[in-house]
């Protein structure tokens, strides 16, 4: 594989917040970019990253980048299909016609397929949570890839624990706005950052359902 030529090895061995921070640099090669893109790709580790950079050459080699990640999408890892199927969401919306609901005017206020409150009874207290984005682009996309309320590292996962069972999150995103909203369930639980051993219970979340 030939990676894009400028600092390939500080992409390649930065970690995810500093990563970031090159891909204005390594997308200003435009469609040379591509192939060494496109194999970083298949792995879990730069995957999401090559992906965003495909994203930024976009926006002067539309046709070729939007190839790249289509050719690219069923060999993938799942975390990074789900961010190339965003990245077409985003680049190539599909085309909606307006369908008029009919609504019976007794029908309660509802969730997809389970109504607000349940199995909780009563919906409990609401609560807004930064989603990081601009720290970590990562963790914006684990919270809502994985249906997640998640704070990192002190003195921010500790805002986990004083949500509770019931409770309606809203995820905001900064720039943005209120990015997605779901219900607190099951217990608090601890992990650690991105997986990785050196940073063992660095990640408090609870899981959102309904999402």
Known sequence: MTPPEQHPERAEHATPGKRIELRDSIAAHGIDALPGLSAWLEGDRLGYFAARVIERI??????????????????????????????????????RVAIKRQVNPREPRTWPRRRLGH?????????????????????????????????????????????????????YRNGEGIVAMGQAA??????????????????????????
């Open 58 to 95: 976009a926006k002067e080699h539309r046709q070729p980048a939007l190839r790249a990640l289509r050719d690219a999408r069923d060999g993938v890892p799942a975390t990074v299909a789900r961010e190339i199927d965003a990245i077409f969401e985003r680049l190539d919306p599909p085309r």
């Open 119 to 171: 199995p909780y009874g009563e919906a409990g207290s609401y609560r807004v949570l930064n989603t990081s984005h601009h720290n970590n682009p990562l963790d914006d996309s684990y919270m809502l890839g994985e249906h997640r309320a998640a704070a990192f590292f002190d003195p921010w996962k500790h805002r986990i624990e004083i949500l509770e069972p019931g409770d309606i999150v809203f995820l």
């Open 186 to 211: 099951g217990p608090l639980r601890k992990r650690a950052y991105q997986g990785n051993p050196e940073h063992p219970d660095e990640e408090f979340y609870r899981d959102l359902q309904p999402f």
